[in-house]
Structures are given as structure tokens and as C-alpha cells.
């Protein structure tokens, strides 16, 4: 069946740093490869998505590219805020599946001042 | 226009009691999902409905667990006999139509059996 795994967290980190949180899946076919990011004390929001391979997402500086060769979707941004500090849950969903979601078990992000 | 809302926020049960969870998709919305996310693990997939229907009830627990999206009304995720395993985070999504691409999320409702 389909699977993410994702990078264990905490992450902390001081603000203005790099941040990479990476994420490898399985999965036959090809799926559509999301992040989704989780403030305190909301919902899950849609971060980026990318479609297909060698496709790039991005969002609020964020960024994701779909590596099929690798089975990769690494989150990256080059200068944190406070504001980035959440849990951010990698997913793949395909039609063959029903659209449902698989999601990683999420990485908990703290940028310090 | 409202967000997904989901209540209670938390919900305290002691074990063999039923705890029943309430989600309100955003206007317009016919689909709904319910995941659910044990401690230090990743959401998991339980049910899709549209309205009246129960589309995929796939990662649904075959007892206890049932699911329901009335014509009028949100959505109820109805757990009998509660058990401490089933302390978790309930999310509930919604979409204008079946797909991923436009799913929004609640803030979940945090159950703990006692």
C-alpha cells in the first residue's frame, strides 16, 4: 500500500535559517504529492501540491519539487519566521486509492527569535 | 464563509461510555472525510461521505465506529463503548466536489478516554 515517512521532529531553529524537512513516499502509479501545514491550535491547511514529476510547488516560501527517481518531496524554505513555526504533514493521494489521503506523521517546526 | 467547524473541541469519556463528534462542512460543501490521528503518528483515513451516503468506509474499524452526513445537519462520527485506544485527534475535511485539490480541514476534536 502507500506510504509517507517523513523526517521526526522537532525541528528548532533560530529565525532567518534554512529549513529542509524531508519526505519520501511509496506508492505505485503516480501519485499527486502535497504538504499541508498545521498552526497551533488550527486546522490543517494546504501548503503546496505538486502533480507530477519534476514539478515544482510553492507557497509563502516555501518550496517542494517532485522527484520520481527518488520518491522525494523535501520541504524547503531559505529564511524561517516565527510565523513558519507549526507542524507540517507531507501526503500523496492517488485516484486508484479514492482520492483519500496518506500522510506522513508530521514534523513539528519551532524558529526561535 | 465559515470554515470547516468541528465540536467539541476536546471531549473527555470514560471507557464504555459513546462519544459522538460533530463536523460542519463550509457552505457549499457536500464531501466529507473524517481522519484520525493517534498520538505521534500521522492522520489516518477513516470514512468519505456525500451527503446521505457513505462513499468509502475503508479505514472505518469494522465495530463501534459509524459514521453519518444527514441531509440537514453536519456530520456525526459516533463511537460506542469507547475504549483508551481510541484517544485521539478526530479531523474532519470538506470539498465542493471528490478530490484532494480543494480539501479544507477543522481544527479537530481531542478525545480522551479515561
Known amino acids: 500500500g502507500n506510504s509517507v515517512t517523513q523526517m521526526e521532529g522537532p525541528v528548532t531553529l533560530s529565525e532567518e535559517a534554512f529549513l529542509t524537512i524531508n519526505c519520501t513516499y511509496t506508492?505505485?502509479?503516480?501519485?499527486?504529492l502535497f504538504w499541508y501545514v498545521q498552526y497551533p491550535g488550527e486546522g490543517l491547511q494546504l501548503l503546496l501540491k505538486?502533480?507530477?514529476?519534476?514539478d515544482k510547488g510553492s507557497n509563502k516560501g516555501f518550496e517542494a519539487t517532485y522527484r520520481k527517481e527518488t520518491t522525494s518531496f523535501h520541504l524547503e524554505k531559505g529564511s524561517v519566521q516565527v510565523s513558519d513555526s507549526a507542524v507540517y504533514f507531507c501526503?500523496?493521494?492517488?485516484?486508484?486509492?479514492?482520492?483519500?489521503?496518506?500522510f506522513g506523521g508530521g514534523t513539528r517546526v519551532l524558529v526561535k527569535p | 464563509n465559515a470554515g470547516v467547524m468541528q465540536n467539541p473541541r476536546h471531549l473527555v469519556r470514560r471507557r464504555g461510555q459513546e462519544a459522538r463528534l460533530r463536523c460542519s462542512p463550509m457552505?457549499?460543501?457536500?464531501?466529507v472525510y473524517w481522519y484520525r490521528q493517534l498520538p505521534e503518528e500521522g492522520l489516518k483515513f477513516m470514512v468519505y461521505?456525500?451527503?446521505?451516503?457513505?462513499?468509502?468506509e475503508s479505514g472505518m474499524p469494522k465495530e463501534r465506529f459509524s459514521a453519518e452526513f444527514p441531509k440537514e445537519g453536519p456530520s456525526i462520527l459516533r463511537i460506542q463503548q469507547v475504549v483508551r485506544g481510541d484517544s485521539a485527534a478526530y479531523f474532519c475535511?470538506?470539498?465542493?466536489?471528490?478530490?484532494?485539490?480543494?480539501?479544507?480541514f477543522g481544527s479537530g476534536t481531542q478525545l480522551s478516554v479515561l
Open positions: 475535511a470538506s470539498s465542493p466536489i471528490a478530490t484532494n485539490e480543494k480539501l479544507f
Open positions: 506508492a505505485t502509479g503516480y501519485p499527486s
Open positions: 505538486a502533480t507530477k514529476a519534476d
Open positions: 501526503a500523496l493521494t492517488q485516484r486508484a486509492a479514492g482520492n483519500k489521503l496518506t
Open positions: 457552505k457549499g460543501h457536500s464531501h
Open positions: 461521505l456525500q451527503k446521505e451516503n457513505i462513499i468509502d
